[in-house]
């Protein structure tokens, strides 16, 4: 369901202000709802400004033009302009944006058709329970969505709940139990992840704002097989009503292992890095990504038996690239053109947006961490085409909206992703890392 049709579904509040302030909690894509939610409203000529009470991602990040320090009239200008702003002041830390000041905050809230808030930190987990002073909302607020991951589902806990302590706790008081080992192991299941949001969030909540109107929004919705069944089971365990919603984006991780290493004197890939072959150290992260759901396939491309062996082994898909010789295009296209067959094959619906990210085996110190923060700002940025960069200069991986699969497929010989992205750098998001060492492949011993 869409949010700007759950917003209209909910009602809105009648009093003396005609500005609408809706406050984000949870965890599990915050950000993405309310910039999704920002472009719509925004479409229907709405003036809709994005901001937060805590910390969020600094406007750059997310390949947005912001307000950051900017006075009232300067947000208001950029309004008038855009349709929507995200604003906020400098934080400690340059990736983020902290709360505008009370002054602005008055001044452009009288003055602006909707107010979306960040008003909770999750660290990037898919579920969350709130701390002592946590969310912070503000006393103008007319709806609160509290958001929740779907991709928590089936997971312990312990790997995918923020604020761990808090929901032991509730989890104690509703079934009297003492093991602490045992609750962190526990599997989330719809039944679990409402008890924790029900006494988390909804009962202290419909407390301290009895008028708001609140709601739970279930999130990434579309990787549940019974999307409905889940909501449901959700639902009895809620005092306000679930909604579901999905990304609609699926992203699928082309892993390229079939280079010569000419330069290395050797097969690199296959040479050992600490404890075990240089292409299984990006590739374990990968296959960590795609059991999370963050990845919805990985096809690994090779022409060494060594690899493909393994991956049989691993229950990775792999394919064989018999025309190595032709160059990285070859490759590229042999792994493209197997990732497209596989969602094909899978049923997936069609009104899904595919998008092709493309990995080498060859960079064994690219981050987990970099490539979920990389991924999770392209998909709000809406472009077409990504790639990680440091101070300016991209490097791999690189990941392209499926509009570009015509142009990749027509590379040859060694022309590699950057070929395409170089013709459309209007359409590129960059996201820049602190350490080039992330960014490094490895050619020579």
Not at 87 to 106: D, Q
Request: hydrophobic share 40%; with cysteine.
């Amino acid at each position: 369901m869409k949010l700007e049709e759950i917003v209209k579904e909910m009602g809105e509040l009648t009093g003396e202000s005609t500005t609408q302030v809706i406050s984000f909690v949870g965890a599990g894509g915050k950000t993405s709802c309310m910039l999704e939610l920002a472009r719509s409203l925004a479409k229907q000529g709405k003036k809709v400004l994005v901001t937060t009470t805590t910390h969020m991602e600094h406007p750059v990040r997310i390949g947005e033009i912001g307000c950051v320090d900017a006075s009232g009239a300067e947000i208001l200008e950029e309004l008038e302009k855009r349709g929507w702003v995200i604003a906020g002041s400098k934080a400690k830390h340059p990736e983020k944006i902290t709360g505008l000041p009370v002054s602005v905050w008055e001044q452009v809230r009288t003055h602006t058709d909707c107010i979306l808030v960040e008003a909770d930190g999750a660290k990037r987990f898919p579920v969350k329970v709130p701390g002592a002073k946590e969310p912070v909302i503000p006393k103008e607020c007319t709806h609160i969505f509290l958001v929740a991951g779907a991709s928590a589902l089936g997971r312990p806990l312990e790997e995918i709940c923020f604020r761990l302590k808090e929901a032991e706790t509730i989890l104690m008081c509703q079934e009297n139990r003492k093991c602490e080992e045992s609750l962190r192991k526990q599997i989330l299941t719809e039944e679990l992840l409402g008890a924790l949001l029900e006494k988390g969030y909804v009962e202290p909540l419909r407390t301290e704002f009895p008028k708001a109107k609140l709601a739970v929004i279930f999130n990434q919705a579309d990787i549940l097989p019974c999307a409905e069944k889940s909501k449901n089971n959700l639902q009895k365990m809620l005092m306000v009503p679930v909604f579901l919603h999905g990304w609609k984006k699926e992203v699928h991780a082309i892993y390229l292992a079939a280079g010569f290493s000419r330069r290395f004197g050797g097969n690199k890939l296959l040479a050992f890095l600490e404890d075990k072959p240089m292409y299984l150290h990006l590739l374990e992260r990968l296959k960590k990504l795609q059991q999370e759901k963050k990845l919805q396939s990985l096809t690994v491309v090779t022409q060494y038996e060594e690899i493909l062996d393994t991956m049989q082994k691993e229950e990775i898909q792999a394919v064989k690239n018999e025309q190595s010789i032709l160059g990285i295009s070859s490759s590229l296209k042999l792994g493209l053109k197997t990732a497209f067959y596989t969602w094909q094959q899978n049923c997936k619906r069609r009104e899904t947006e595919h998008y092709y990210m493309f990995f080498v085996a060859d960079q064994p110190f690219l981050k987990k961490q970099t490539i979920e923060e990389f991924l999770t700002a392209f998909l709000r940025t809406q472009k077409g085409i990504g790639c990680v960069a440091h101070e300016g200069k991209y490097g791999n991986p690189v990941i392209f909206h499926e509009k570009y699969v015509p142009e990749l497929l027509k590379l040859e010989g060694d022309q590699g992703g950057k070929r395409v992205l170089n013709r459309h750098l209007k359409d590129v998001f960059a996201f820049e890392v602190e350490e080039e060492k992330e960014l490094m492949d490895i050619d020579r011993r």
